[in-house]
């Protein structure tokens, strides 16, 4: 409830800075001469009905950045917005992928005809990182293709951008507490189609996205650490309560963990802090004949399983008839990295007199 109180304050916030940011662009509209003003082709009527539209596309996106929270949809939505309000010709999102210099695109809408799917974008120091998202995923700036027909950059995509009537083009990183997550990039059919004042708005755009794409992660990140502890905490009840005696050694023997019930097998007067980080397999009375010796070193030693039964004597007499699992936990770059100690009782009604 209080992430959605704030996202809503920081998206009216934005609102209120957006129309002051389209107020400012109509006067500065009207002082210019049309030459300049018109950046994009028309005259003064065309140029506020462009501003209407890029309004139009934000408003929509902030009210999917309060609604939306499937990562996908979202990313998707803000896409079809921007080419189907605003009139790109295409528009995508593109995150930088874990481990690597390349960059997946994750969403798009408009004019795309296989254009992602046959190029190859990264953001390291290569051809392919020269683009305008590489350099705004490195910059953590927006970066502007002004006309792709002769930015010498933008050579190793051109036939396949002007097959696809894509003459200028707008990458903006999304960017999200120090880090850039991806970018978001727009394209136009005719060149020089971003002034200063667009890419800014863009920006912003892009910025709005990044938090709430930040905020769905962290969402699943929570929501996953949430289920991991409450999975540990079931199998830590089930280690506590299990009516076998359950005790976890690492490679060379030492205890690590045991639960109560085989706290009952090797001496009821102690606890497992007692032992747990202490005292080895052979260091317990139950482990120290030469036969039990042997069982522990096929499964420490030599990574075999082992099964026997032996008789156990414990504080007050008591005797339980055992049977033993040892079974070694190996991992594959590490060989043997610990071994689980299973004990059932099977002396039928559990303890019985000396014997």
């Known amino acids: 409830m209080t992430s959605t109180l704030i996202w809503a304050v920081a998206i009216l916030a934005f609102g209120v800075l ?37 309004l139009r596309a934000i408003r929509t996106i902030n009210s999917l950045i309060l609604a939306e929270r499937d990562m996908t949809q979202l990313l998707e939505k803000a896409c079809r917005s921007l ?15 874990d481990g690597t210099k390349r960059v997946r695109p994750v969403a798009q809408a408009g004019f795309e005809e296989g254009y992602l799917e046959g190029i190859q974008i990264t953001w390291d120091d ?3 990182g020269q683009g305008p998202t590489g350099r705004a995923i490195k910059a953590a700036e927006p970066c502007v293709m002004r006309d792709i027909e002769t930015a010498p950059e933008f050579s190793p995509w051109r036939q396949q951008a002007l097959e696809r009537g894509y003459r200028s083009s707008a990458a903006l990183p999304l960017r999200f507490r120090g880090q850039v997550l991806g970018t978001l990039n727009v394209y136009a059919e005719i060149p020089d189609a971003f002034d200063i004042e667009e890419v800014g708005l863009l ?95 096929r499964v420490l030693r030599e990574g075999r399983p ?21 079974t070694p936990v190996t991992e594959a770059d590490k060989g043997l990295t610990e071994a689980v100690w299973l004990v059932e009782d099977t002396s039928g009604r559990g303890a019985s007199g000396p014997g």
């Not at 080419?83 to 010709?89: A, D, I, K, P, Q």
């Not at 005790?247 to 102690?270: A, C, H, S, Y």
């Open 18 to 54: 957006l129309m002051v940011c389209i107020l400012l662009l109509l006067g500065r509209q009207a002082a210019l001469p049309v030459e300049v003003a018109g950046k994009l082709p028309g005259q003064k009527g065309e140029y506020l009905q462009h501003l209407n539209r890029l």
């Open 83 to 97: 080419t189907t309000t605003r009139g790109y010709r295409m528009a995508w999102v593109g995150f930088v992928q």
């Open 126 to 128: 290569s051809p392919m």
């Open 203 to 297: 920006q912003e755009v892009a910025d709005h996205l990044a938090y709430a794409l930040g905020s769905i992660r962290l969402e699943g990140e929570l929501a996953t650490a949430r289920q991991q502890v409450e999975q540990a905490e079931r199998i830590r009840a089930a280690f506590d309560h299990a009516p076998l005696g359950i005790m976890v050694t690492d490679k060379d023997g030492v205890i690590t963990n045991v639960n109560p019930r085989m706290m009952e097998f090797l001496d009821g007067r102690q606890s497992p802090q007692d032992l747990v980080g202490r005292l080895k397999l052979g260091d317990l009375e139950l482990f120290r004949p030469p036969a039990m010796r042997t069982h522990v070193e």
């Open 306 to 326: 082992v099964e026997f039964d032996c008789l156990a004597s414990v504080a007050g007499g008591r005797t339980y008839r055992l049977h033993c699992r040892g």
